[in-house]
């Protein structure tokens, strides 16, 4: 097919992608004890760049051992050990064609706190998600205020699971500062009631985050990818807009636009979805507020909502659909008719199953 957009190259500064559609990051909780996933999880990343993907994220890696887990299992990216596990993945990937990139995270407010081996929770704000730990069916604890102390400790961790990233070989990194996390948590007047240099205007709720993307990218030399992820949701705060208007997201963009990062990756429910009561996109009013690259995702499932989403967005992410059906991206080149997966079908995703 000609002027096939989906399957057009991009280029993603020194990268050509081989078309635009990529693995969103996924957790899937299969690392305890070593923090390093189950062989089937890392083998299922490189099948899906065997299948066609042309870009393939990591689950959210978490940063440090005092408070960034928020659940049972995740991986880290700090000991060599953990290091060597992910170089014959990243490997592996490139051999295919497709570029890898490693998300990291740290899970703020939602926080499981037995988990985390200084047994803490941290967030800018005591104020605990509107709804309960999903996984658990209990409310979350309350945080405690975050700390300058607490700031360094939190920056060093994202900056340390950096440089693991970088010597496992990545090419690129992103900064999750989505889904009501601890950047996000930062970023939103919902959870942050902070008073300080961190707080009130939209200036100093972004100063987190610009502290975390500054103190990153020394340690990401200018050949690999930064990448900044944002959503206006989270996960324990569905219904809420984390952002107030669209003014103040655009105000949010056009800060992250002046950093040292590649791309923006803007997370939404449904890429279709009109955002902020109006009649735009998410992905509409994030284009108009910054020229870097841009990838999206939420209910992008068959060829003609990748088509319409790359209407606005340069990159798609798939996370159920992928996640789901191996043959993803050879269906969606042959407009095969795809079902739309539901939350629950990608449960499957935390168990020990392994995925075809
Ligand atoms: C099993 C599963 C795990 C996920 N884990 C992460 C994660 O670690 N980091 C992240 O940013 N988003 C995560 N997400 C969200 C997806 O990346 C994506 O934003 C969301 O599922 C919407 O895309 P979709 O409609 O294609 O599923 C996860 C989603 C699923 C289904």
């Given at each position: 097919m000609t002027n096939d957009i989906i399957f057009s190259p991009f280029k993603l500064k020194n990268f050509t992608l081989k078309n635009r559609i990529g693995v969103a990051p996924m957790t899937?909780?299969?690392?305890?004890?070593?923090s390093i996933p189950r062989q089937d999880v890392l083998d299922f990343l490189v099948r899906r760049a065997e299948n066609g993907a042309g870009i393939v994220y990591t689950e959210a890696i978490v940063t440090d051992?005092?408070?960034?887990?928020?659940?049972?299992?995740q991986a880290r990216l700090i000991t060599q050990r953990q290091i060597e596990a992910w170089k014959p993945v990243v490997d592996a990937i490139r051999k295919e064609g497709a570029i890898s990139i490693m998300q990291m995270f740290h899970c703020g407010r939602m926080a499981?706190?037995?988990?985390?081996p200084a047994n803490r929770v941290i967030a800018p704000s005591p104020i605990t998600p509107q709804?309960?730990?999903?996984?658990?069916?209990e409310p979350y604890p309350v945080p405690d205020e975050i700390s300058r102390f607490d700031i360094e400790h939190v920056i060093s961790g994202f900056v340390e699971t950096a440089r693991g990233a970088v010597e496992a070989g990545f090419d690129g990194i992103e900064v999750h500062?989505?889904?009501?996390?601890l950047i996000s948590n930062f970023l939103s007047v919902y959870s942050n009631r902070r008073?300080?240099?961190?707080?009130?205007?939209v200036e100093n709720r972004y100063r987190f985050a610009h502290e975390i993307i500054q103190a990153v990218r020394r340690v990401v030399p200018p050949d690999r990818l930064l990448i900044f992820r944002i959503s206006n949701w989270g996960v324990a705060d569905m219904?809420?807009?984390?952002?107030?208007?669209r003014s103040e997201w655009q105000q949010i963009i056009k800060m992250l636009s002046?950093?040292?990062?590649?791309a923006i990756s803007v997370s939404t429910y449904d890429y279709s979805a009109k955002a902020?009561?109006?009649?735009?996109t998410m992905a509409q009013i994030t284009r108009e507020a910054t020229d870097l690259p841009l990838m999206i995702c939420g209910k992008i499932y068959d060829r003609a909502t990748a088509e319409d989403a790359l209407k606005h967005a340069d990159i798609i992410l798939s996370a159920k659909s992928i996640l789901l059906n191996p043959n993803w991206v050879e269906d969606i080149r042959q407009s095969k008719e795809l079902r739309l997966y539901k939350s629950e079908d990608a449960n499957v995703a935390y168990t020990d199953e392994p995925l075809p």
């Open positions: 899937r909780m299969s690392s305890p004890g070593d051992y005092e408070s960034s887990q928020g659940y049972p299992g499981w706190p037995e988990i985390n709804q309960k730990n999903p996984l658990t069916g500062g989505a889904h009501g996390y008073t300080d240099a961190y707080g009130e205007s219904e809420v807009s984390l952002f107030q208007d002046k950093e040292p990062i590649d902020f009561g109006t009649d735009q």
